[in-house]
């Protein structure tokens, strides 16, 4: 992304912008990943999953996805699949990776993935408070389907989430 900061006495400008992206590899998950995910998952949310969701998640048989890049793990989500359906039940890129287009592209990434494999239909929930992930579902497609009342916890109680359904046959990427 650019930011223009103005012109100035010369009619030149000057512009920020953010460095371009390395190759970005995906590859499934392996146990010895877990430290390093749940590392990213720690330093990401506010309330996260341990190193026991992750394990289970992935001796479970769940679609678990790292995005690499650099050698280093940056992202990664895991997917539940059932018959012609998918529910993404968690994604998160590494702090200093975000704001780059790497969650785009990791959406990008699994929803052509999930494709292949003849999905339907891909769910998730969502924080209303997480306006970032909230735009960049929208920019899918994804609709809002229902509330789940009280599923997130929160520093104060707890927040709802909202249920969003992104029809893979009909959606297009952006």
């Not at 223009?4 to 995906?26: K, M, N, Q, R």
């Not at 996805?65 to 895991?78: F, K, R, S």
């Not at 012609?84 to 990434?109: D, K, M, P, T």
Request: aromatic share 10%.
């Amino acid at each position: 992304a650019r930011t223009s900061c103005g012109e100035g006495e010369s009619g030149v400008s000057a512009v920020l912008s953010t460095p371009p992206l390395p190759s970005i590899e995906w590859q499934a998950l392996r146990e010895q990943d877990l430290p390093a995910v749940a590392a990213i998952e720690a330093s990401v949310y506010v309330f996260p999953w341990t190193i026991g969701n992750f394990r289970d998640s992935l001796f479970s048989g769940y679609q678990c996805t790292g995005a690499w890049a650099q050698g280093d793990l940056i992202g990664y989500a895991i997917v539940m699949n059932a018959l012609e359906e998918s529910h993404l039940l968690n994604i998160a890129v590494a702090s200093r990776w975000q704001g780059r287009g790497v969650g785009a592209l990791f959406l990008q990434h699994l929803i052509e993935d999930l494709r292949r494999q003849r999905i339907e239909m891909l769910y998730l929930e969502v924080r209303p408070s997480n306006t970032h992930a909230r735009q960049m579902y929208d920019r899918f497609g994804f609709r809002q389907l229902g509330l789940r009342r009280d599923y997130y916890p929160a520093v104060t109680g707890r927040e709802d989430a909202l249920f969003l359904g992104l029809n893979l046959a009909e959606s297009r990427l952006p």
